[in-house]
């Protein structure tokens, strides 16, 4: 609303249209293109310079300002374009190893689109609203001054300026000379209030620092007494190469940071929070808890409860025929018994003989008894036969259920030779694995930490201010960033560090250097350590502390009583993956373990261990894998007391796996006794032999020769009476 009063405020004025279409075009020019930029300030002190009117520049600054800001995407398209349009590339690559040139941002996507579309609205807007107002200002002025009430708008001719304010050109000057001079005055003041801000807010501490110098001209920074927090560093000093400013790039030849002053010492860094102490208890991650024999029996299909199902079937077959024959044979015996009084009074027929008739008529009564008896004797021995083939089929149920047993006991008994077989026991790596991951997941918050300071590659998303910027061929064969040399002291309670930093760049490979880092340390519990890190391509580090000696050492509820540690590793980094092999060699006066007494009787007499713990990732998920000679001693014990329980659970297996099969045999009835022959069927074939025997004298035969013999008796004893 502002701008609308101020333009027509201005467009009814005196004054000349030219300077008003300029003023427009120069707000649009200064709005299109980013806040802080050098064309901005150029375009700002053109403004300054020329007889326009200012406010309304500065009320369309802001107008397009906002525009702008919605054209952005767009600006950032055009200036993409122009910026990799090829004919073009070869003057942008001039301009881009131009002193100075890469500070003005014309390689930006959105000062660049902006610039570009500015420039064409302002040259069409110029000539449009030039003639724009000049008409407007003759027809409405025309008219208003046919009244008398209105020809005050009319405003009276206005005198002809220079278009050059003389008086704003000198005033620029005289301000530049004394911003300049206050700067130089003022500069140090200036800069170490905003270092002290911007320190304290990206540290999130207090900050003070006690002494700031700087020099310009041989770019030497010189900070003593800086305070962050309760840190206290003695002196920082700084040079920096100007040369390599002009093209924008940060070349710091020396950075020497002299006694830092650490409050706590790296001891204080790596205590835990004291927690509350809760009762010594066994440790159970390393107590023997097989399973026991009735679970490992109740979990198991059995193969010989299948097989006593098929004896229960064949058993109450056996039983139900054997029930049947007797039935039948009860008959049979009763057949018998009458068959065996019928030849009793065969035998009584035969003493009656008197005719062959007679003779025959006992035969055929002898063929039906002796088919009786045939049939009698088929049937037994078919009952026979079919008892043995059940019984044969029991048999043979009975010893595949043995079999089966003993399958059973094997297949079951194997559970505990898996355990007994397993590599059970990684004391070493449980008692470790927790704490080597609380450091590393400590490291990976130290590095997301730090990550936003590192070099990003250029994106392609576009933001205000920002935009995206297009490199191009760089003529001036140096990194963008590098530090030559650097060193670092520092101090705390009870240890003392120095740091070596070398050829630290963003571009190591253009350096053509190796980036070095060493940091050495001595200390009153250790005698010395090291840390070295070389990268060109890769990252590769080495690492060692030497006669760490310590009161004591716990390790979960391992204690290590006046432990001398010696460290040696290495690692390398290839981004993302990484890798460190780490070996530990510790001398101990005694070692204990509060988690288990068996543990604790095992480890007391040993006094060197060593521990060798690889370290494999990539980004957050990793692999820790620990191998210790602590392991083999402590397996040694636990295998044989394994291997004792796991006797005495195959024992109790086989005792309850025998005493299950008896259990299912009793619910199947089965009775041994069950299987021996029939004595009926004895009874039946000793009849039937007996009563065969005495039929043998029944044949035809002999029958006539008795006839005969009893014929002849007759006659004779007939004659001698004659």
Known sequence: MGFIFKFFKELNSAENEKFISLALVLG?????LPFFNIITFIILI?????????????????????VGALLDPLFANVGYYVLTFKPLVPFFEFLYNLPLMRWSGYNNTVVMGGAIIGLIFAVIGYFVLNSSIKIYREKFFAFCAKFKILKWIVPQEAKKGKTVRVSAVIAFFVLAGAVAAVVMLFLDPVLKSATQFVLSKTLKKPVYIQEFKTSLTSGDLNITGLYIGNVKTDSVNMKVSTYYLLWKKFDIENLEVNNIHFQKSVKDLFKKDKQTKKTAAEDKRFNINLPKPDKVLAGYKLESVEKIKKLQKDYEDFVVLKNSIKKDLKRYKEKLAKINDEIKQLDKDIKKIKSLKDI???????????????????????????????????????????????????????????????????????????????????????????????????????????????????????PDFVLQKANLSATTKKEKFRLKVSNITTDQVLLNKKAVLVLTSTSDYYKSAMLKGEYFKNYDLKYNIKKLSLESMNIEKLVFVKPVIDINGKGVVKAPKYGFDTKVY??????????????????????ELYFDVKVDGEGKKYSIKINSDLDNKLSKIMEEKINKQIAAYKKDLKKLLDEKIKKELKKTGFDQKQLKELDEIK?????????????????????????????????VNKYLKF
């Open 28 to 32: 649009l020019m200064a709005g299109f």
């Open 46 to 66: 053109i403004a300054l310079f020329l007889r326009i009117p200012f406010g309304l520049f500065l009320a369309s600054w802001g107008v397009f300002t906002f």
């Open 360 to 478: 025959k008529n006992i035969i055929k009564r002898v063929d039906n008894i002796k088919k009786d008896l045939k049939t009698i004797s088929s049937d037994s021995k078919k009952y026979k036969s079919q008892l043995a083939e059940l019984k044969d089929k029991i048999l043979k149920d009975l010893d595949e259920i043995k079999k089966a047993s003993k399958n059973d006991y094997k297949n079951v008994a194997s559970k505990y030779d898996l355990i007994k077989r397993k590599k059970y026991l990684k004391f070493a790596e449980s008692l470790l694995k927790p704490q080597i991951q609380e450091y590393i997941d400590k490291f990976y918050g130290y590095y997301t930490m730090v990550k936003p300071y590192f070099p990003k590659k250029e994106d392609d998303e576009v933001k205000r201010s920002k935009g995206m910027y297009i490199k191009y061929k760089d003529h001036i064969k140096y």
């Open 586 to 607: 510790i001398k101990s006066s005694s070692l204990a373990y509060k988690g288990s007494k068996q543990i604790n009787d095992l480890i007391k007499n040993i006094k």
């Open 683 to 715: 009874d039946v074939d000793s009849a039937l032999k007996i009563l065969k025997d005495k039929l043998k004298k029944y044949s035809e035969d002999k029958l006539k020769e008795k006839l005969q013999k009893d014929l002849l008796k007759k006659s």
